[in-house]
């Protein structure tokens, strides 16, 4: 059974086989893919502790919803990404982000890697990319920083020091843009 | 509340998805998804479009014992091997969620015909979501219920169960009471009647039942309520 499991090639296939019961496969999916989750949950987390119990939280989540994914859906790497995505950002709002900026030994985020230089050299896919940078500067932010580091309209109104309602605007108008642009084909 | 527009409808799926919405909108919207055909794609949508930015987040390795925890989390509690009567017959309780109907409407035949003084109105089998062996069942007593554990299941460390109901068209799940550590508990009156087709829920919470007024921990037990009619 182990061996048959470690044979798997796809993600797809180790949440159906997880969805029919399988630890093994839910555990090949964690060897699999841990690393670029938690590093998705650390970076919105900022601790690891934080973000460790929101992957396990995650992963228990991944085992009770297995059985509903379906690849009509969209790529196992997505939905993953989402439920680890949504349970780190539950997490972090349940203990306020104050407690993080209160902690002088881990900044205020001063730090954290540029997020506009990183997507100048980032592996996304072609379209998102391409119209990532065809946004206007301030959407194109807003967007990567909700995104990536998980923050709500007023966490990035405070970090970028503007309005509330331009960053409600920008996130709309980026999120309109992006539909126009980048369609239905997500590897057009 | 859920926009029929379908700009209207991708903004606020695309906001949803960046997570900028206020705690209380992203659980409200999580919840209308799956009940919401056009809302969910609209979702999915956006999770494939955007994932290529999760790529910013720098691969780390999580702290050694995360799998262990996880596998801890999601093991299937032992069946005890005892047979004492019907209530503990192993075979009698085993099946997929497909017997669990049949398997209540035995159970409801069964307690029919049993002399019971409280008149029956319901029954709920609660599975594990992986389709276990059924674990809980409840049933009517009076104007409150009676849940009881026919499989050996222990919350784990310092965790206590609690039991929850959730209509039949959804809603936020009605905290039921914290399941004492013997597996039984018995609820004399019910703060509402519970409906036909509702489900019963079980999550792990704190010793003390949740803080929070609803689930904060998994959810490792789920049964749909039959009315039974006498």
Redo the contacts between chains.
């Keep these: 059974m182990d061996s048959k499991i470690a044979s798997l090639s796809s993600l797809e296939d180790l949440i159906a086989a997880a969805g029919g019961g399988s630890t093994s496969a839910l555990k090949r999916l964690y060897e699999l893919e841990s690393r670029r989750l938690y590093g998705v949950a650390l970076r919105i987390a900022g601790r690891p502790e934080l973000a460790a119990d929101a992957l396990q939280d995650a992963f228990v989540q991944i085992w009770q919803r297995a059985r509903s994914y379906s690849a009509e859906r969209g790529t196992a790497a997505a939905w993953l990404t989402g439920i680890v995505r949504y349970r780190t950002i539950d997490a972090v709002r349940k203990v306020g982000r104050e407690i993080l900026s209160d902690d002088p030994a881990l900044g205020d985020r001063a730090d954290s890697p540029d997020i506009e230089e990183q997507m100048d050299r980032s592996l996304m896919q072609d379209a998102l990319r391409r119209c990532m940078g065809e946004l206007e500067q301030n959407q194109r932010r807003c967007v990567a920083l909700a995104f990536v580091e998980g923050l709500s309209h007023s966490e990035i109104a405070a970090r970028l020091g503007v309005p509330l309602g331009s960053v409600k605007s920008w996130i709309r108008r980026g999120l309109l843009w992006l539909r126009s642009c980048i369609g239905n084909d997500p590897q057009r | 509340m859920i926009p029929s527009d379908s700009?209207e409808l991708?903004?606020l799926a695309?906001?949803y998805?960046?997570?900028?919405?206020?705690?209380e909108v992203?659980n409200e919207l999580?919840l209308a998804a799956g009940s919401n055909p056009a809302l969910s794609l609209a979702i999915?949508?956006?999770?494939?479009?955007?994932?290529?930015?999760?790529?910013?987040?720098?691969?780390?390795?999580?702290?050694p014992q995360?799998?262990a925890?996880?596998?801890e989390?999601?093991a299937v509690p032992a069946m005890p091997a005892r047979r004492i009567g019907l209530w503990n017959c192993l075979g009698f309780w085993r099946g997929s969620a497909a017997l669990a109907t049949a398997v209540a409407a035995s159970l409801a035949l069964y307690i029919a015909l049993a002399p019971r003084p409280a008149a029956l109105r319901f029954v709920a089998v609660l599975h594990s979501?992986?389709?276990?062996p059924a674990a809980w069942i409840a049933t009517a007593v009076g104007n409150g219920l009676l849940l009881r554990a026919v499989a050996s299941v222990a919350a784990p460390g310092d965790r206590s169960f609690e039991l929850w109901a959730i209509g039949p068209s959804g809603g936020a799940p009605k905290a039921l009471g914290v399941v004492p550590a013997n597996g039984q508990l018995e609820i004399g009156a019910l703060p509402e009647a519970l409906e036909d087709g509702a489900t019963l829920a079980i999550s792990i919470e704190p010793k003390a039942g949740s803080p929070a007024g609803r689930p904060t921990g998994?959810?490792v037990f789920l049964g749909r309520l039959n009315t039974v009619r006498p």
């Design positions: 700009e991708h903004v695309g906001e998805v960046l997570g900028v919405l206020e705690p992203m999580a999915a949508y956006w999770e494939e479009r955007l994932h290529g930015l999760s790529r910013l987040a720098l691969p780390a390795d999580p702290p995360t799998w925890r996880i596998a989390r999601i979501p992986q389709q276990e998994p959810v």
